[in-house]
């Protein structure tokens, strides 16, 4: 069973600075990427950034552009997401996600971690 751990999480003030990781263990399959969502209280989950595996290619969400980092270790199947310049609406459950192929990123039933609060004080 492929095991995903987050941390990083937290409590900052705005225009703070966060770092999240994610650790991914007893993986028996090859990755396609690993990326990061969020979910707002009251609101859907949405796509952050994510990475591929292969590639490191990177992609992110317009809200986060220029702000977040997404970048990835193959020797230790960690994806970090440095996250600069916060802004009170960047306030989420942050999760990281694990997919096999490009049909796999987000859905529901993939490979996901327990989240880990990220909360912006104004």
């Known amino acids: 069973q492929v095991q995903l751990v987050e941390s990083g999480g937290g409590l900052v003030q705005a225009g703070g600075s966060l770092r999240l990781s994610c650790a991914v263990s007893?993986?028996?399959?090859?990755?396609?990427?690993m990326g990061w969502f969020r979910q707002a209280p009251g609101k859907e989950r949405e796509f952050v950034a994510r990475v591929n595996w292969n590639t490191g290619r990177t992609y992110y969400a317009d809200s986060v552009k220029g702000r977040f980092t997404i970048s990835r270790s193959s020797a230790s199947d960690t994806v970090d997401l440095q996250m600069n310049s916060l802004k009170s609406n960047d306030t989420a459950v942050y999760y990281c996600?694990?997919?096999?192929?490009?049909?796999?990123?987000?859905?529901?039933?993939?490979?996901w971690g327990q989240g880990t609060q990220v909360t912006v004080s104004s």
């Open positions: 007893r993986r028996t399959f090859s990755m396609y990427g």
């Open positions: 996600n694990v997919f096999r192929s490009f049909s796999d990123i987000g859905v529901q039933g993939g490979y």
